[in-house]
């Protein structure tokens, strides 16, 4: 019913940037963004539905949520990149409700690798 397809991962320097993208087909109340780093459980980033956003402390301040609905994209950009973001993202889509919570959610993309080295 949903579909999710994430890009824009890569190798950075501490301190840079990235844009992850995450294209969407079907019907989607919540959309959020998650990582998983090894030896870790999987984090919650941001998320976003149709009047507001939740976030994680641990990013708050340097990453954004976005949506343009006009290209059925969902967008984490990433700013001051540390070594301790290094983690495989996936965009997730929810049909009912909105949370951090990774179990709530139906649908999941393949996942883009994120690297930050010193």
């Known amino acids: 019913q949903v579909q999710l397809v994430e890009s824009g991962g890569g190798s950075v320097q501490a301190g840079g940037s990235l844009r992850l993208s995450c294209v969407v087909s079907?019907?989607?109340?919540?959309m959020g963004w998650f990582r998983h780093a090894p030896g870790k459980e999987r984090e919650g980033v941001e998320a976003i539905d149709t009047v507001g956003g939740f976030y994680a402390d641990s990013v708050k301040g340097r990453f954004t949520i976005s949506q343009d609905n006009a290209k059925n994209t969902l967008y984490l950009q990433m700013n001051s990149l540390k070594p301790e973001d290094t983690a495989m993202y996936y965009c997730?889509?929810?049909?009912?409700?909105?949370?951090?919570?990774?179990?709530?959610?139906?649908?999941w993309g393949q996942g883009t690798q994120v690297t930050v080295s010193s």
């Open positions: 079907g019907y989607t109340y919540c």
């Open positions: 997730a889509a929810d049909q009912r409700r909105c949370s951090l919570t990774a179990y709530n959610y139906d649908y």
